[in-house]
């Protein structure tokens, strides 16, 4: 006869297999995993993590892992937690999971453990956190998503293992303008929590004739960023000297952007304070250079003697 089994006070759980123990075991992490404690559980019946921080699984990643799975099978058991009557939630190996789903397979070996709302969210979060490829951007949605499962943000940084300092650093990605969350829903690794931090720092300390200015930077300087003109953690001073620029009056009054292809390479502009040429490195060769420098030369002089 099957045996009922209890996980973390949830929904009265089904039996899963007669060999199931009465007590779960809590999930901890890497060290509990035991394949002779696996058992077969239907794909139908499994839901991801809902506290999964992950906001992208690139296809080709899940191709990859579907083709080594299928060539040597599934070296480690996914983990879930029972939620309700035949109805599991994914603690650890989403990935596993979608692999397993493009394979069209019906079945994939898992471990049951007892694990609550908060450490499930905890652990999606630290078993994540340290992956290159997840951003501070998904790090910091996932955190708000479980902020009120702990009574304090101090016991929440606690929990996750970081200072709460670093944890506000995460916060600052809320404050930011849709300008820049609408890029970051495509590209979560577009600018860190440090470059969220000191953007945000920015635009709080505008004074409300600069806001507008600010704006109208920060929505350069992404674009500079997004063609790696810029490095993001240099977004905050471009955006401050910027504003400077503006508000004492030396606005630029016509620019001219030189492309080559569709990469921007430099511009020409005139100001209240005078013209500026600004060219990458590496474009013009020595003795282009050269040639420049000379023609201005000759303007300069012919302006010169027309005064």
Do not use: W
């Not at 080559?260 to 013209?275: L, M, Q, V």
């Amino acid at each position: 006869m099957k045996k009922p089994v209890t996980v973390s006070g949830l929904i009265q759980s089904g039996a899963v297999r007669e060999n199931a123990p009465d007590v779960l075991p809590k999930f901890k992490g890497q060290s509990d995993f035991s394949n002779s404690r696996s058992v077969d559980i239907p794909l139908s019946q499994i839901k991801p993590n809902p506290y999964q921080p992950r906001r992208i699984f690139p296809e080709a990643e899940i191709t990859d892992l579907a083709n080594s799975i299928e060539e040597i099978g599934l070296i480690q058991p996914i983990a879930i937690r029972k939620v309700d009557d035949n109805q599991y939630q994914i603690i650890a190996g989403e990935r596993r999971y979608r692999a397993f789903k493009q394979l069209n397979k019906e079945m994939i070996p898992a471990m049951l453990f007892a694990c609550d709302d908060g450490d499930m969210a905890v652990m999606a979060i630290t078993e994540n956190v340290n992956r290159e490829d997840l951003s501070d951007f998904e790090i910091a949605k996932s955190i708000r998503n479980v902020e009120s499962l702990f009574p304090t943000k101090k016991r929440l940084a606690e929990a996750l293992g970081i200072q709460r300092e670093d944890m506000y650093r995460y916060f600052a990605f809320e404050s930011l303008p849709d300008l820049i969350t609408e890029k970051l829903a495509v590209n979560p690794r577009l600018i860190s929590r440090n470059a969220a931090a000191d953007i945000k720092r920015v635009l709080n300390n505008c004074l409300d004739n600069e806001y507008d200015h600010a704006m109208a930077a920060l929505k350069e300087a992404l674009h500079l960023l997004e063609n790696s003109e810029i490095d993001q953690g240099k977004i905050a001073n471009f955006i401050i000297q910027k504003v400077k620029r503006e508000i004492s009056g030396s606005v630029n009054k016509e620019k001219e952007e030189f492309f080559a292809g569709s990469k921007r390479i430099g511009y020409f502009s005139t100001s209240n304070n005078g013209i500026m040429i600004k060219i990458s490195s590496g474009i013009l060769d020595a003795d282009k250079t050269e040639q420049l420098k000379n023609t201005l030369n000759e303007l300069i002089k012919g302006a010169k003697s027309i005064n």
